[in-house]
């Protein structure tokens, strides 16, 4: 990537020019690994962005080179203004995507489809209804595949992601990779990784290594390892005669730090210059003073460490503070 005088860099180098915009920390699901078993504390709505923040704080990034922005949640399409957001953001010189749980994909179809959006993803952990059931407490399965079904029926781009935990999920690897077989969805493997109050230990991660076995049992030489995109954080495969693809981000025993380009900003209008970092720095409350955002946006990715938010150890990881999952946004 050629630098160019606005970009927002590190001190290791690294441009960000890819933004996830959380909308929400609300959910029509509970998933234990996202959501505290106890929930998370309502709050006032005014200590979020509203309509206009949003796009302010879009417009302010993209000033500074951002190229593509992620709408993101808690679910981003429960939130009473979704659809006013997305047509704004779709008149930004930008790649806008999303990221939900597709309950109510159906609904928004419409917009979704004239905001120019192509490449959607869809959380899904189970492909076994009963075990959906219990990882999200609700029952919602039949609408999440009906909805992934239009997408693929409408030729968009659709990427699964299914985090994978020890005892929970691991035995469907294989079922996922094969429904790759003849429909054109990519599924993504996500390691289990820690935030607060989703009891998270290193036992229970089933690592890049051990999903690629249990893969490479069933499949053998059809496995095959395909290009990945620049900044990727996933390790992307294919099967030999499958539609569709599978890859893994390793974001606990492989990590891509060294290629990232992605900057998170919370619905209450926090940065997080990393997933794992423990630090925030607040725009909206300076945004909502008047003052000018750029120099908290610079010093934030200049301060960004180089790998893991600091982590150096995974006892420290397991020590470590941070929001819960449904709080930053993915």
């Known amino acids: 990537m050629q630098l160019e005088e606005n970009n927002i860099v590190d001190q290791f180098g690294r441009v960000h020019d890819y933004l996830r915009i959380s909308l929400t920390e609300r959910c029509n699901l509970r998933c234990f690994y996202c959501m505290p ?6 709050r006032p ?31 981003p399409l429960v939130r009473s203004d979704a659809k006013q957001i997305l047509e704004k953001l ?41 075990k959906f059931n219990s990882i999200t407490r609700r029952n919602d399965f039949d609408k999440v595949i009906s909805n992934i079904n239009l997408l693929l029926d409408e030729n968009y781009h659709v990427k699964v992601n299914a985090v994978v935990i020890k005892g929970v999920n691991e035995n469907e690897i294989v079922n996922f990779v094969q429904w790759t077989s003849d429909k054109n969805i990519h599924v993504r493997f996500i390691e289990f990784m820690p935030f607060d109050g989703n009891k998270w230990d290193f036992s229970k991660v089933v690592s890049m290594d051990a999903i ?26 294919s099967i030999a005669g499958f539609k569709g693809t599978f890859a893994i981000i390793s974001s606990v025993t492989n990590p891509f730090c060294d290629t990232c380009n992605r900057l998170r900003l919370t619905a209450d209008g926090k940065i997080k210059n990393c997933l794992f970092s423990d630090s925030e720095t607040d725009l909206l409350s300076a945004m909502r003073r008047g003052e000018d955002i750029v120099p908290l946006i610079r010093k934030s990715v200049w301060n960004k460490k180089e790998k893991l938010g600091g982590i150096t150890s995974f006892e420290n990881l397991e020590k470590r503070k941070n929001r819960a999952m449904i709080s930053i946004g993915g």
Do not use: H, Q, W
């Open 37 to 42: 078993e106890e929930g998370i504390a309502l």
């Open 45 to 75: 709505k005014a200590e979020f962005m509203n309509t206009d923040e949003v796009i302010r704080m879009a417009e302010t990034f993209v000033s500074l080179g951002v190229k593509k922005i992620r709408i993101t949640g808690g679910e």
């Open 90 to 130: 779709s008149k930004l010189p930008v790649e806008l995507a999303i990221t939900t749980n597709g309950i109510l994909i159906d609904k928004f179809f419409y917009t979704i489809k004239t905001s120019g959006i192509r490449s959607i993803n869809v959380s899904l952990d189970s492909l076994d209804k009963e």
């Open 212 to 237: 690629l076995s249990k893969v490479r049992e069933r499949f053998g030489e059809k496995v095959t390892r395909i290009s990945d995109r620049k900044n990727d954080t996933s390790k992307n495969y």
